[in-house]
């Protein structure tokens, strides 16, 4: 029995990888991969610079010009997320028409900004480039602008020097948390893990809808071609199904080490071509999110955190592998199957969305409640894990619930799966499924 499970296992796991679709699929995924961390160089590499500041040039008909300056690096000290002194945008002064300025190949993604006197609002500003401004960006520029402006009148308003540099610069805020068990530094984990968590359970997302569908699709091509008569008259459906879950559980742990490996040749290849270590797409700095999170108290937990999410997650695929060949015994085609698997799907998108929200849920009972739901606590319970919104014991708790749930699929499913997959009817499908379940 050893051998035959053996070498079912084998069979399975070599169609899936002695193939030309899984070399090309897995070079296109490293190609994506090892692109996507080095995106910045690639970007450089064509004529883009993700470093490159928006430079403005500043018609100033007022004598602004060096206030906004200073509201531009105050601007930038407030909202930079590294140490970085760089200011937001590159100001410049000019006497240059818009018109002209903008015609010169060099200043074709510049600004022009018009300073003029506005007797009732002190400050009229014309913002003008040739073509559209980023809300982001624009929003940015407007707060430096209001800021200028009040400070123009306020020194306007004859106020004393000293005081006019008290009111102008930036309040020193000292932030205490009451909370013993919660620490200020770690406020911002919550926008971190919406951000940076996202990436890592993608994966595990994509994996779990390719585990079910390859089950599926493997399990009607056998029933399709009548080959599940020989393999089924050779050993036992217990068998059968059990070496189709060992399978593709070996197959989806080999891509998962996959994407690893992938990753890490591209984080390779970023240091070989002399980038740093901070991923930066737009306003959001990979790299310094993660060193943020390794930093905090989070980072010193990620030696039981991980092992214990490795567990949950491969203990789920397990159970997804059983219950995707349980429903595929029960049809004839691979359309009925896509039809069946359509929950499946629903409930694993539901755990991926629910954790990228996680922490907007904060202290709901609710979303408690669904860390310990079976197929959605592999995505979900890790990410309350580590916001601290769930604990030691009631992760393991999800992972033997998990445990139980697999244990009943095997009890009750294998009867099922050995109904079902020599069925070539699809009707009454489900009254034998139930007669399945009664008998011994």
Known sequence: MKTKLKYLIGVSLN?????????????????????????????????????????IYVDDNIGAYEVLKTQNETYSALIKTNDDDADTFEIKKTTQKAEDLLKEKDNKDAWVLVLDRDEQNVLKATIISDGYINSTDYAAVQTIINNTKSTIALAESNINPDDLAKISSPVSIERQVLDKDKKSEDESMQMIMSTVFPIFILPFFALTIFLVQMIGAEVND??????????????????????????????????????????????????????????????????????????????????????????????????YAILAGVLASMTTNIEDFQQLQTPIMIISLLGYYLAIMAGVFDGSLFIKVLAFVPFISAILSPCLLVLGQMSIVEFIIAIILVIVVIFLLVKYGFKIYKEGILNYSSKGLWKKMFKALKSK
């Open 15 to 55: 169609r899936k990888i002695k193939t030309k679709w899984f070399a090309i699929a897995n070079i296109l995924l490293l190609i994506l991969i090892v692109g996507l961390i080095n995106i910045d160089s690639i970007i450089k590499l064509f004529g883009g610079d993700f470093d490159k500041k928006q430079v």
């Open 222 to 319: 056998e029933k399709t071609t009548r080959g599940m008569e020989i393999i089924i008259s050779n050993v036992s459906p217990k068998t059968h199904l059990t070496a189709k879950v060992v399978a593709a559980n070996l197959f989806v742990l080999i891509q998962g080490g996959l994407l690893i490996l992938f990753a890490a040749l591209g984080i390779l290849v970023r240091f070989m071509l002399g980038g740093d270590s901070d991923i930066a797409v737009g306003n959001m700095d990979i790299g310094n999110m993660l060193s943020e999170l390794l930093a905090s108290d989070i980072g010193a937990q990620l030696g039981y955190i991980i092992p214990l999410a490795l567990i949950m997650m491969v203990l789920t695929f397990i159970a």
